[in-house]
């Protein structure tokens, strides 16, 4: 039953170097607080001392000053171990991103050489011999379109684009009945000036009449 409905844990990511590098810090920030615990110690036995002295009690006073020496000794230690552990964790760290720093090369490089092995020289030279056919090819085909006829593909052209026009052009009539249809017109122009000219004679004849009867 646990293994059916058991949960599998996941792998911890901490490494060994993180694990380090938190001991460090955890015995840095220890020293940190053992030097205020000094510093405030200090501060009050040089009080203490200023005290013992103005009541006579120099031994003790003196005694209280050897003290306040030694823990000030150990304070400059204190200063130097600070020291080490921030160097050793800042090492540590940066030796932790050059290691990430060589991996991502590794991987980089590990892609770059199946990247490579994937591509064949002798494919890539084929390609470009079959690009360059097809281009030879189509350089031919574009000069045969556009300037490869002779003189006689040329007048056979010209000639077949002229009956072309022929047959979208209007019937006309002959020349004869074209000259016949122009002298009908121009009688019936001449008719219609002449008119005018007739309907007064009459109108005149008229008026004559009428006056010798009159």
């Known amino acids: 039953m646990g293994i059916i409905f058991g949960k599998k844990k996941p792998s911890s990511r901490v490494t060994a170097q993180d694990k380090a590098v938190l001991q460090l810090k955890q015995q840095r920030d220890k020293l940190k607080q053992y030097q205020k615990r000094i510093e405030l110690t200090l501060a009050s036995d ?17 005694l209280l000053l050897k003290k306040k020496r030694y823990q000030e000794e150990l304070l400059r230690k204190t200063d130097g171990q600070l020291e080490n552990l921030e160097k050793l964790t800042h090492d540590i760290e940066f030796a932790q991103i050059e290691l990430q720093v060589v991996d991502g090369l590794k ?3 590990e892609a770059l050489k199946k990247m490579n092995d994937s591509l064949n020289i002798e494919d890539i030279e084929r390609i470009l011999d079959e690009t360059r056919e097809a281009k030879e090819k189509q350089d031919e085909i574009s000069s045969l379109l556009s300037g490869g006829l002779t003189d ?63």
């Not at 004679?201 to 009867?213: F, I």
């Open 107 to 109: 991987q980089g490089n």
């Open 46 to 62: 040089r009080d203490l001392a200023k005290r013992l002295l103005s009541k006579g009690q120099k031994d003790r006073a003196l």
């Open 152 to 214: 006689e593909d040329e007048e056979a052209v010209e000639d077949e684009l002229a009956a072309i026009l022929k047959e979208q052009m209007p019937n006309v009539p002959s020349g004869d009945v074209h000259i016949e249809d122009e002298e009908a017109i121009a009688q019936n122009e001449e008719s219609k000036k002449q008119s005018p000219t007739k309907h007064k004679t009459k109108k005149s004849k008229a008026l004559e009449v009428a006056a010798l009867e009159a």
